[in-house]
C-alpha cells in the first residue's frame, strides 16, 4: 500500500503561479510512474503531467509549456509547478502512482487537492 499526501492548492487569480506537491510513503525514485491529474466539475479526469522513475517527463497539450513536473529525491516529494494559471485550470488536482511490484500492478490515488482560479 502507497499513500500520497498532496499539498499545495488553493485560490490564485488567473496568471498566476502554485506549486503543488505529492509525498509518497515510499521512497518516491522505486515508484515507477507519478502522475498529476485533474477533474474539473462536471468533466472526466484528465491526466496533466507524468514523471518516470528514469526522469522522463510527459505533458497534457493543455498545460504543456506552462506547466512542470518534477520530483526531488532528497525531499522524497513530486512538484507540479503551474504557472501562468487560467480559469480553467480550475480543478481537484489528484497525485497518482503506477508500476509494477513483483509482477503484480499498482495503481494508488491521493486524497486531491483543490486549486481554484479566479479572473
Known amino acids: 500500500q502507497v499513500q500520497l499526501e498532496e499539498s499545495g492548492g488553493g485560490l490564485v487569480q488567473a496568471g498566476g503561479s502554485l506549486r503543488l506537491s505529492c509525498t509518497p510513503s515510499?521512497?518516491?525514485?522505486?515508484?515507477?510512474?507519478i502522475n498529476w491529474a485533474r477533474q474539473a466539475p462536471g468533466k472526466q479526469r484528465e491526466l496533466v503531467a507524468t514523471?518516470?522513475?528514469?526522469?522522463?517527463?510527459d505533458y497534457a497539450a493543455t498545460v504543456k509549456g506552462r506547466f512542470t513536473i518534477s520530483r526531488d529525491s532528497a525531499e522524497n516529494t513530486v512538484y507540479l509547478n503551474m504557472n501562468s494559471l487560467e480559469p480553467e485550470d480550475t480543478a481537484v488536482y489528484y497525485c497518482?502512482?503506477?508500476?509494477?511490484?513483483?509482477?503484480?500492478?499498482?495503481?494508488?490515488w491521493g486524497q486531491g487537492t483543490q486549486v481554484t482560479v479566479f479572473s
Open positions: 515510499v521512497n518516491v525514485v522505486r515508484i515507477d510512474t
Open positions: 497518482n502512482a503506477v508500476g509494477r511490484i513483483n509482477w503484480i500492478d499498482y495503481d494508488y
Open positions: 514523471i518516470t522513475s528514469g526522469g522522463t517527463t
